[in-house]
């Protein structure tokens, strides 16, 4: 199959500008699953440290997931997850989208996100909702419960050869040197209102948002963070579907959740499942 060529390469020109402001850490936000009808919304995150900075090269092959079929998204996973100093896919479960509306639990999940990259870059541990790739494999295989709301991440590249959960006797990037500033795609800042929240994790520093339009086509941190989380979105639906031959009328394995005619057909005739986003307009 055929890969389609994108028009606009990202580069890591606002990446660069942002460093050059005293930032330590720059991290690149995209969601995925906002129009879903269910599941969870999932918001991923690609963080590169600024000492790298002259080291720092888009990767090949990385464009916005949109563009790219889901054969080669598969292929840049790996590559992709390696290239970061860390990354993060944070979640928010169809009963939170439910009572907060999507535009917050898009917030919620990005702060675990951030939360979840600023501790393993200081601590080298997980935070409690955090788990790892070998882990949500198998959460995939076994099937996410309604209500999860977990967040996926990992160090990438060199990184990854700290041990996670072993505190470092020199971290990765001292607390005391974290300095973060956040690119987010599209043309709403909708991190910021939720930092500080009772309904979001607390960070350890503060992050400086700006926002993008279009910029999983044009930020190198942006694009990657949107193929990782596409990609394991994407498993976790697949993981659903499997686990449930009862409801393979709704055609989660192929529209992931969305409104396809299939799913809104099987939703008319059997009605919601537990994870359906029920306060949408489903049919």
Known sequence: MATVVPRVAPTLDMERKL??????????????????????????????????????DVPSGVADSKMLTEVRRESLLKPLQNWTAAWAVGSASAPEIDEWGITYALGVASVR????????????AHTPLGIGMDEARALGKRGIAPDWHGTI????G????????VVPDDPILPRRELRVAGILDGPNDYITPVVNSFDAPELLEPIAMTTKVKGDRHCATVATAAVISKVLRDHLIEGLAAVHPEWEAYGW?????????????????LGVTPYHRTTWHLV
């Open 158 to 165: 060199e990184e990854r050869e700290l041990t996670l959960g």
């Open 19 to 56: 460093a050059g402001k005293g930032h330590t850490l720059i991290i690149g936000f995209d969601e995925v699953g906002r129009g879903s009808l269910a599941g969870p919304v999932m918001v991923g995150a690609a963080a590169l440290l600024v000492r790298d900075l002259d080291e720092w």
């Open 253 to 269: 394995s192929s529209n992931k959740g969305y409104g396809s005619a299939a799913h809104r057909k099987a939703l008319t005739e």
């Open 153 to 156: 991440a990992a160090l990438g």
């Open 113 to 124: 996100a951030i939360n979840e990259i600023e501790t393993l870059l200081t601590t080298g």
